[in-house]
C-alpha cells in the first residue's frame, strides 16, 4: 500500500529534525553547529530523505492540480557541462511549462506554503553543488559538512513547515489525498504511455538506481544488460522522449543526469518482463 505523499513527507522532517538534535550543538548565533564527520553524512543521509518525500510531493501535486500550458516565447534556457560554460541553448521542444493554482479549489495554500519553506530550508547551496558536481558529476553529494552551521531562521522555517504540513494533512483534502492514493479504486488510472522497446530498456536501468542520484547517460548505458545495451545516443533521445510523457525528469537541468519521477516509478513493475 502507497503511503500518502504528505504523511511521508511530514515523517521524513520529523526524522531530519531528530537527527538534527542528535548531530549538531547549540552555537554562539543561536542557531546549530554540526559536529564531526559522521554527524554531517548522517544529518546529509537524512536530508536525501526529504528531498525524495518532496519530490514525490511535487509530483503527486503535479498529476492533480498542474495545469499544462504553452512554453512563453520570452523564456531561455541556457546550459553547460560547467558552471564557466561553453553554453548552450535549450531548444524549446524539451522545455515544459506549467502552473499549479492553489487556494479556494485548487491545492491547498498551506501545504503550498510548507513546501516552500521546507524547500528554502534545505536547498542545497548552488556554488556548493556546482563544485561537487565538477568534482564527481551525478555522485550523492553531501548536503551538510562538518562544522558547518545551521542559523535560527532555518530552523523556524523547519518548524513552520512540520506544523504546516501536520495541519494541511489534518483537514478533508488531505485526508481526500491520502485516500486517493492508498486506494487506487478510488480514482482513475492513467493509460499508458505508448512504448518502444528502447523506451522500457531505459526505464528498467534508472529503476535500479537511488533516486537520489540522477544518472547520466553512460551510467543508464552500463546498468542495461548486455541483451538490451543501446548506443547513448538513442538513449539520450529515449530520454527525451520519456521526459515529454512525464516518466523521466531532470531536475539539474538536462545535462544534470536523469531519474523516474513517480508516474514513472509507478509504471515500471508493469511493464517489466
Partial sequence: MERCPIAALADALERFQRTVEASTTPAPFGGRRVIGRPHAVALSEAHETV???LTSLHEELRRSHAKRVPTPAEIVLLEADSPDGPWTRVPVEEIQAAILPFGGQDADARLIAAIEDCTEALAFPLRRWN??????????HLRFEAGEGLDAV????????????RLALSEPRGASLQRSITNPAEKDEPVPPPLTTTDVAVLAALATFNPARLATIAMVHEAMPPCDARSERTIGDSIKRLMTQGLVERTEGPRGGARLTMQGRRLVPKIAP
Avoid at 563544485?131 to 550523492?140: I, K, S, T
Avoid at 532555518?154 to 504540513?165: F, S
Fill in 51 to 53: 528531498s525524495h518525500a
Fill in 131 to 140: 563544485e561537487l558536481q565538477a568534482n564527481d558529476p551525478g555522485a550523492a
Fill in 154 to 165: 532555518t530552523l523556524d522555517r523547519l518548524n513552520a513547515a512540520g506544523a504546516g504540513l
